[in-house]
């Protein structure tokens, strides 16, 4: 959608170079971050490595944070169950990985300025599974959600000030399970400064069907007129809270294209959604980075575009400007004051 937003600003007589010039630096940072993994895996001593990941991290998010961010940052994360068996490891150990993949990225997000992500960890379809596999996933979510409590809540841990929010039907889950979500969301409840909504169970769906329903209870007990019932108010009863009516940038990784019933209502307009082939345990920064890159590139152009005046215009006028002040010399100034107090006099 972003793409035919900006469609009429390729027009633009200066967007071949600027198409260029984006393949160009992507293709050069691709083949450069390579490079340096080659390098990193096989000359580099251990405290070096450490050093030059988290060198080139921070570079990187320095990079995205001078553009724009996107707000509202969606993952599906599909690829646990082939990820183990891959590598032949328990299934056990794909969900794992695949939580651990999860902190990471969610830190990273925090870190570049994403004010809000949502995981879909868990489908109401997936209450279809193995007997075995949905324990494991249950067991694995409780102790996913202590750790993220724990870090939320210590003053020096990177994700200090963030607010969980697990979202979806509760009444599919145990007694036990909707207390502890109580507890962990209680603990968490103040942080303002990001905000992540774990989707467990959910599915769109429900959550329409959620909001249609909350509607028409307000609408029977007299809380709400009809002629008040439109999107913005369906949205506002959304499990996502004011997330609920947009969301940037939605990934799915494993090759899958298809949402699954996820962010069919939040991504209804403008939202850039990329499907990744690489099964989620194995997604990393840098996949996340020239997506994140890619976005603000198209995201700036789109800005433009809703302006009257053309890029090409503002370049122009910018050298204008640039010109008129090289033109300033020191006689054109005026005269300085006779005498100036420091006291104040």
Request: overall charge positive; charged content about 25%; hydrophobic content about 40%.
């Amino acid at each position: 959608m972003m793409l035919a937003r900006a469609s009429r600003f390729l027009e633009d007589p200066l967007c071949g170079g600027f198409q260029y010039a984006y393949s160009f630096v992507s293709n050069t940072l691709i083949f450069s971050l390579g490079l340096v993994q080659v390098l990193y895996n096989s000359l580099l001593p251990k405290s070096t490595k450490v050093w030059l990941h988290t060198f080139l991290q921070n570079l990187l998010i320095t990079i995205i944070k001078t553009g724009p961010i996107p707000e509202h940052v969606s993952f599906i994360m599909d690829g646990n169950r082939r990820f183990a068996k891959f590598n032949n490891l328990p299934l056990q150990r794909g969900h794992e990985a695949g939580g651990f993949t999860l902190l990471t990225l969610v830190y990273i997000c925090k870190k570049m300025g994403v004010k809000c992500v949502s995981a879909y960890a868990f489908s109401i379809e997936n209450f279809n599974r193995p007997k075995e596999e949905v324990e494991t996933l249950m067991t694995l979510f409780n102790e996913k959600l202590a750790e993220f409590a724990r870090k939320a809540g210590d003053l020096k841990d990177p994700m200090y000030g963030s607010r969980l929010k697990v979202v979806g039907d509760r009444r599919l889950l145990s007694p036990e399970t909707r207390l502890r979500l109580e507890e962990v969301e209680e603990l968490t409840k103040e942080g303002a400064d990001f905000t992540f909504y774990v989707c467990f169970p959910y599915t769109s769906r429900n959550d329409i069907q959620h909001a249609i329903y909350k509607e028409s209870r307000n609408y029977k007990t007299k809380k709400t007129q009809l002629s008040n019932i439109t999107q913005e108010s369906l949205g506002k009863g959304m499990y996502l809270d004011e997330f609920s009516n947009k969301c940037d940038i939605l990934i799915r990784t494993s090759g899958h294209k298809r949402l699954s019933d996820f962010m069919l209502w939040q991504c209804h307009e403008n939202t850039t959604i990329e499907f990744v082939s690489t099964l989620w345990p194995d997604f990393t920064f840098i996949q996340m980075f020239l997506i994140f890159f890619r976005w603000s590139f198209f995201t700036t152009l789109q800005e433009y575009n809703t302006k009257d005046v053309s890029f090409f215009d503002k370049v122009s006028a910018e050298l204008n400007i640039l010109e008129k002040r090289k033109n300033i010399t020191l006689e054109s100034l005026p005269d300085p004051p006779i005498s100036v107090s420091v006291l104040g006099n």
